[in-house]
């Protein structure tokens, strides 16, 4: 038995170290979500999964990115409340970002984007064409941290 099992480890890791690059990639990628008619990925934590996210972003027409920024430097930002309106004003997406982004297939057209981290909301017209838009919302520094009481 021990050695059936050693045979189906090795035939496994083969398997894996066969498929390369791609499926490390694939594997990495969060779950495709749909919410009525659009789908959309979030997700982007970690830095495999972030790389990812952002090797898969071409492919989608519409990425977000989330991000505080902090003098030179910006940090990611997750759990990002994203709704995106149509240019009728109705809203195709409402979700919650897992992570600092969020790849949707929308129809080519105008949309409103808002984004909300910890109250406060950025909003972007956003306009989908035949290729990729690509929009970055930063937040100041301190947004979303949580603050100790003075004691």
């Given amino acids: 038995m021990n050695a059936n099992f ?6 496994a890791a083969l398997g894996l170290a066969m498929a390369g690059p791609a499926a ?3 594997a990495s990628l969060p779950t495709v979500q749909k919410s009525g ?8 934590v970690g830095q495999d999964e972030a790389t990812a996210m952002e090797r898969e972003a071409g492919r989608w027409p519409m990425a977000l990115e989330f991000a505080v920024r902090d003098g030179k430097k910006a940090d990611f930002a997750a759990d ?3 709704r995106i309106r149509d240019a009728e004003r109705n809203v195709v997406l409402d979700t919650t970002a897992d992570g600092p982004f969020v790849l949707a297939k ?4 105008r949309y409103r984007v808002e984004a909300t981290l910890a109250g406060k909301t950025l909003r972007r017209d956003v306009t989908v064409g035949k290729g990729h838009a690509r929009t970055l919302f930063e937040w100041p520094a301190g947004t979303g941290e949580e603050t100790s009481p003075a004691g």
Avoid: F, I, K, N
Avoid at 6 to 11: F, G, I, T
Avoid at 106 to 109: A, I, K, S
């Fill in 106 to 109: 929308l129809e080519p057209g």
């Fill in 24 to 26: 490390a990639q694939a």
């Fill in 37 to 44: 008619s659009v789908e959309y990925m979030t997700g982007g």
């Fill in 6 to 11: 050693r045979r189906a480890a090795l035939a």
């Fill in 80 to 82: 990002v409340h994203v």
